[in-house]
């Protein structure tokens, strides 16, 4: 097997090896975005997200809480892992371009 071909396949390899972690990861964050509304003059954050039709919202504190810090943590790791994900995608096509290719050469 000529080596090009073979770092490629590796690459590819190891391209889906990531994806799959960073499935995973997305799978143990909660879903949904964050929300401030405004209630009787005081601001409470809340998580939204849809079921079927329908948006739920879940409660998680008041802004500079404990709660809120940490729901702001998840999402940000939440939309890491899913731009890190979205970019693997784009370069395991990529790669599979790079292959089919060299394989037609």
């Known amino acids: 097997m000529p080596i090009f ?14 994806q799959e972690a960073f499935k995973a990861e997305l799978s143990a964050h909660p879903k ?3 929300s401030i509304c405004r209630i009787g003059g005081v601001d409470y954050i809340y998580r939204k997200h849809r079921e079927g039709k329908k948006i ?7 802004p500079g809480s ?9 999402r940000d790791a ?3 892992a899913k731009k890190s994900l979205s970019e693997l995608r784009r370069e395991e096509k990529r790669l599979r371009r790079a292959i089919k290719d060299y394989a037609g050469i």
């Open 5 to 18: 071909k073979g770092v490629m396949e590796e690459e590819l390899e190891r391209n889906l090896r990531k």
């Open 32 to 34: 949904g975005y964050l």
């Open 56 to 62: 739920v919202s879940v409660y998680i504190g008041v």
């Open 66 to 74: 404990a709660e809120a810090h940490k729901a702001e943590e998840e």
């Open 78 to 80: 939440y939309l890491l």
